[in-house]
């Protein structure tokens, strides 16, 4: 059984999900496969410095703040973007999904909806909060304006639309421990799941 976890940026997916590594869980990140991806030698690597140019590389790695400047600034380099990724990250998803030997797998999978997915799921959860406590947390996470955080808000899926397509929902406006006692409520409801 795969549980993709989604939500907006800021929202507390890393905290969510390194509780649920935390308890024993399978946790697969797609945010890691493309970090992964995108390394120097990899064929994304080259696949985006050929389209963006050296300008998004420093060091020899490909500088992601740079690189969503310019996608984050504009929806046809994002897409474009999306469309040179987004095919081998879910390849490389289903090859880990498919090796894992767990039961029960939980896919970090922000943008899964976006790039049309969803499928690999069997469930979808999402983790929450209100715009204007995800904008606060975005802006003093990457310390930038309210302006780029909007930018980069704007570019993911509409709150409303990620709660509809959610069957679960993990609420992280409160305290961790608050949020922590919704995931164990929610391990015992598949646990509740599993054995019937």
Not at 4 to 9: F, K, N, Q, S, Y
Not at 122 to 148: C, G, K, N
Request: glycine share 6%; net charge negative.
């Amino acid at each position: 059984m795969v549980i993709a976890i989604i939500g907006g940026i800021a929202c507390g997916k890393s905290y969510v999900l390194n509780f649920i590594k935390e308890q024993g869980y399978s946790v697969i990140s797609a945010d890691e496969i493309y970090h992964e991806l995108i390394s120097p030698g990899e064929n994304l690597y080259n696949e985006i410095v050929k389209e963006w140019g050296d300008k998004i590389v420093t060091d020899g790695a490909i500088d992601t703040k740079k690189l969503g400047k310019i996608v984050f600034s504009d929806k046809k380099e994002l897409d474009k973007l999306n469309k040179i990724t987004h095919p081998a990250i879910v390849a490389r998803i289903k090859e880990r999904i498919h090796l894992s030997g767990f039961p029960i797998i939980f896919l970090e999978a922000p943008l899964l909806i976006e790039s049309g997915y969803k499928d690999i799921a069997d469930h979808i959860w999402t983790v929450d909060l209100p715009y204007e406590l995800q904008q606060r947390r975005l802006m003093e996470r990457d310390q930038i304006s309210a302006e780029e955080a909007a930018k980069r808000i704007g570019s993911q899926i509409k709150r409303g639309e990620r709660l509809k397509l959610a069957e679960r929902v993990i609420d992280t406006s409160h305290s961790f421990e608050y949020t922590k006692n919704q995931v164990l409520n929610l391990f015992e409801e598949l646990d509740d799941e599993i054995n019937r």
